[in-house]
């Protein structure tokens, strides 16, 4: 991922969480970072404001790791733009 | 360690709640003996959690139409329509309910939950787009994955969040589908309807709302928030439920659209499970009779839930947005709420405790539904066991007295 990606997402998770995180690639989203459901709803939904676009459900069943959200959010970027 | 292993986080939560001696998913009633009223452990309990909204289930005339039909047509169908045949009741329950609604065509099916997963999987398909508002009943979300539309969620009665949403697929090719509820079922808040129809309209979408909480209880005539709001025109599915308002069981869905039909031979959860059996059908068309000629029912119903509302909120019991027939009190943290249920329960009071993550925004509810049958002393009754129990517990936050005396 690009830093600046990384450093964006990381800044997400702070804001949703209310506290510090250092995430990589293979972060676990609900493992390492101990979200509920409840979180990673309210986190998906703060990465698709960021980014302007909508993660259909099927693609968020999918995401386990940052790495995983990272794939997403650029596929669905480059599918907006084509 | 079996293959329901899997559950094991599940099962550790569950066993948490046990732990109190309770079991909030498994209330074992000795009886029920009226819309209002059942026996727990031997104690006569006011039942004020059943979303029997107008007291039906009861009614001497729909009992009467449930025995009659079925002594003669017999206790089942045996199987589906498209199997067994459709019989004259599911043909006149069809009729009644899309002439209640003013629509071209109804089409029954044997559960609420079936009635959304029959109509989500089959009005959109691959290639289309599914907009669920986040707080969408669980027979939505399962509605949405039996069929192969892309889902994406929207914020709950978020018209805004919507909008932004279906911009965003300008230009893609497929049918938009946004589907809302009239009355959310775990803190009774209603949908911005009006501006959601304006999405729409902008948007090009189609509009389904389901009526489920709402049928009976909403609207000039009872038709649901659609009829309230006057955006009937706008909607293009309605979904609904019989087990509610009605006093049986069953779904519906009610449209005007002109190849309505095709969804009968279509439509999975409808063709391959076993139809309506005539005592449900017989007292379900009788129901409906008497939502429609007795509006003092909706009447009784919406004084009974503002009572119930005013009198929580006025002791400082933390309510739901709007005084609608379910009340929810929004519990501190879950020990507190199995705590406070179990005492309520004790006290003779039966209602829903509700918990994550069946719950919007992670909130532990005391979710409570009112009834046209309560009378007002129930209601007075249920007000008092919740202001005893909040005393014992320590955390009512105004004196009971003083509360009542500000109504």
């Known amino acids: ?82 | 360690m079996t293959i329901l292993a899997k559950h094991a986080g599940y099962r550790q939560a569950y066993d948490a709640l046990l732990a109190h001696g309770v079991d909030p998913l498994n209330v074992q009633f000795d009886s029920v003996l009226s819309p209002t009223e059942g026996v727990l452990n031997g104690q006569t309990t006011i039942l004020l959690g059943t979303n029997n909204y107008l007291g039906l289930t009861f009614d001497p005339d729909c009992i009467e139409k449930a025995v009659q039909a079925t002594r003669e047509q017999g206790t089942g169908t045996t199987g589906s329509r498209v199997a067994n045949g459709t019989y004259n009741g599911h043909t006149e329950l069809e009729k009644a309910v899309a002439d209640f609604y003013g629509r071209k065509h109804a089409m029954v099916f044997s559960t609420g939950y079936q009635a959304n997963l029959g109509v989500l999987s089959t009005l959109v398909g691959r290639g289309d787009h599914l907009m669920l508002d986040a707080d969408s009943h669980a027979s939505i979300y399962d509605g949405s994955r039996l069929g192969m539309a892309e889902v994406i969620r929207f914020r709950h009665n978020n018209p805004d969040d919507l909008y932004k949403r279906l911009r965003r697929l300008e230009g893609v090719p497929g049918d938009r589908m946004i589907v809302v509820e009239g009355i959310y079922s775990m803190l009774g808040d209603t949908a911005p309807l009006k501006e959601f129809a304006a999405v729409k309209r902008e948007t090009g979408a189609y509009l389904l709302v389901d009526e489920a909480h709402s049928l009976g209880v909403l609207g000039e005539t009872g038709r649901g928030l659609a009829e309230a709001e006057g955006v009937e025109g706008d909607v293009d599915f309605i979904v609904g439920t019989f087990s509610k308002s009605l006093g049986s069981v069953g779904g519906f869905c009610v449209s005007d659209a002109a190849d309505f039909d095709i969804m009968r031979i279509v439509c999975r959860p409808y063709m391959f499970t076993a139809s309506l059996p005539p005592g449900v059908v017989a007292s379900t068309i009788e129901a409906l009779k008497k939502l429609r000629a007795e509006p003092a029912l909706r009447a009784s119903l919406m004084r009974n839930a503002k009572r119930l509302y005013d009198g929580l909120s006025a002791m400082g019991f933390q309510t739901g947005p709007e005084a609608n027939p379910i009340v929810a009190v929004t519990m501190p943290d879950q020990e507190t709420a199995v705590v406070f249920w179990k005492l309520l329960l004790e006290s003779g009071l039966y209602l829903n405790l509700a918990l994550p993550p069946a719950t919007p925004t992670n909130a532990c509810l005391l979710r409570t539904s009112v009834s046209a049958a309560h009378t007002t002393q129930q209601i007075d009754r249920a007000l008092d066991i919740f202001a005893d129990v909040g005393r014992r517990l320590g955390f009512l936050p105004s004196d009971r007295r003083r509360a009542a005396g500000a109504l």
Do not use: C, H, W
């Open chain 1, 1 to 82: 991922m690009t830093p600046s990606m990384r450093n964006e997402i990381s800044t997400i998770f702070e804001q949703v969480l209310g506290r510090p995180v250092s995430i990589t690639d293979d972060t676990d989203i609900v493992e390492d970072l101990g979200m509920d459901s409840l979180g990673v709803m309210n986190f998906v939904m703060a990465i698709e404001d960021f980014y302007d676009l909508s993660i259909p459900l099927d693609r968020v069943a999918q995401i386990q790791t940052v790495a995983d959200l990272i794939r997403a959010v650029e596929d669905l970027k480059i599918g907006n733009a084509a």
